[in-house]
């Protein structure tokens, strides 16, 4: 999701998120219109604030687990999952504010198997059906 690795400083999906709103601000400054370029400066800053991709120092160490992402660990639970694994397993939930960086990163070594698409109804994280409809 994130390349940190080439000192990208923004989440490259926010890219777009970001230079949007720039544009309208350096047209909109350009054309003499201050109260249209003021809101897009403040939608550029908030969407590159959102978007931001702050360098980690990452913990390294065998049997060594740290949390995917920033925010609150709200639910561990161990549960079914009928998807991908098909059964039981550990569920963790963390709820992001907007306060939080929106990047996960992976939380301990390992191969990624498989990767699947699903579109998402944007539930609140805290709603156990999140998991399976988000």
Known sequence: ??????????AKEGIPFIVVP???????AWLGWPVVAFLGGIATLFSAWFFRNPARVIPQG?????????????AIEEEFEPRYLKECSVRLTIFLNVFDVHINRMPCDGVIEGVQYQPGLFLVASKPEATLRN
Request: glycine share 14%.
């Open 1 to 10: 999701m994130a390349d940190r690795a080439i000192g990208v400083p923004f």
């Open 22 to 28: 720039a544009g309208v601000t350096l047209l909109t």
């Open 62 to 74: 065998p049997n060594l687990i740290v949390a995917p992402g920033d925010g609150k660990v709200i």
